[in-house]
């Protein structure tokens, strides 16, 4: 399959999740416009991984979606802020050939979403700030259900950075994904609990500074591992 095909089928992907209700025109247009600028400068491989957290969220919001309408916390179509919010630190990673932070970033934009998408059903989590049960789907609340689902997604993402050829070595890819992605995760509840509760900031915020930690970590894991 030549370059070109490639493109086409970037194109095809993006129709199907504008077509399916996964992401408004926009966010299906922009996310055309970085997959294809991923594929061009870091190439197909690291393009791939970012499908990979693409169907995990996809699947889990799907996930007991008729309850989550019943408590009003299921997102549904997803709009271009969204996909800006976690999408522009991988692709600037990805731009600059930096694996580790492109692999730390997704993985924290897959931790998060399978936490929120998977925790939500858990009826008993609890603020991250003070442990206080709160209400499912609250800014900040967190669950061992939510926690482990963002672990295993983590995980995944990091088996295949390497399957794929983005990182390296097993291990390496791994412990960079799980550790970002888990410390990510863990940071975007605090500013959900602490800033986003309080509408000092947005969703979109808590998940670009939240992006951008992961990007910091995975890098910061390359020296220390």
Same mark, same amino acid.
């Given at each position: ?34 997959? #294809?600028?991923? =594929?061009?400068?870091?190439? #197909? ?51 600059f050939g930096n ?62 950075a390497y399957i ?56 910061? =894991?390359?020296? =220390?591992?």
């Amino acid at each position: 399959m030549i370059i070109w095909e490639y493109v086409i089928l970037v194109v095809i992907i993006g129709l199907v999740t504008y077509i399916r209700g996964a992401l408004d025109l926009y966010g299906s247009i922009f996310m055309i416009i970085i997959g #294809i600028i991923i =594929m061009f400068t870091a190439g #197909i491989n690291w393009l791939l991984l970012i499908f990979v957290f693409l169907l995990l969220s996809l699947l889990c919001t799907k996930y007991k979606h008729q309850y989550k309408k019943e408590i009003g916390v299921y997102e549904g179509t997803r709009s271009i802020k969204n996909v800006i919010s976690n999408g522009i630190v991988p692709f600037v990673m990805a731009a600059f050939g930096n694996y580790a932070g492109f692999v730390g970033s997704i993985a924290v934009a897959t931790a998060d979403t399978l936490a929120s998408e998977v925790g939500v059903v858990d009826k008993s989590p609890r603020l991250i700030t003070n442990f206080k049960k709160v209400a499912p789907g609250t800014d900040g609340g967190v669950s061992p259900v939510g926690t482990a689902a963002g672990i295993v997604g983590a995980g995944i993402i990091g088996a295949f950075a390497y399957i794929l050829g983005v990182a390296p070595d097993p291990f390496n890819a791994i412990e960079i994904a799980v550790i970002s992605g888990t410390l990510g995760c863990f940071i975007d509840s605090i500013l959900g609990a602490v800033l986003e509760s309080r509408n000092y900031i947005t969703n979109e915020h808590v998940n670009l500074f939240a992006t951008i930690s992961g990007a910091v970590l995975g890098n910061a =894991m390359v020296f =220390m591992l």
